[in-house]
């Protein structure tokens, strides 16, 4: 459930058989659900890639 003052939360899940929930909820009065969906697929494409997660190690 969205906030009073927010236009979208976000939600990572337990790590379950080696996979991980994300959940967006927006406020599609303020959030076009179509572009959503296309930032939580580049979120995903991310998540599967291993050189990201890397790159950010080697990056901190």
Same mark, same amino acid.
């Given at each position: 459930?969205?906030?009073? *003052?927010?236009?979208? $939360?976000?939600?990572?899940? /337990?790590?379950?058989?080696?996979?991980?929930?994300?959940? +967006?909820?927006l *406020?599609?009065?303020? $959030?076009?659900?179509?572009? /959503?969906?296309?930032?939580?697929?580049?979120?995903?494409? +991310?998540?599967?890639?291993?050189?990201?997660?890397?790159?950010?190690?080697r990056?901190?």
């Amino acid at each position: 459930m969205i906030n009073q *003052d927010d236009s979208s $939360i976000a939600a990572i899940g /337990a790590s379950e058989e080696g996979r991980i929930s994300l959940t +967006l909820s927006l *406020d599609h009065r303020l $959030i076009n659900g179509y572009e /959503a969906a296309l930032f939580m697929q580049r979120v995903k494409e +991310l998540c599967l890639e291993e050189e990201f997660f890397q790159e950010e190690v080697r990056n901190v």
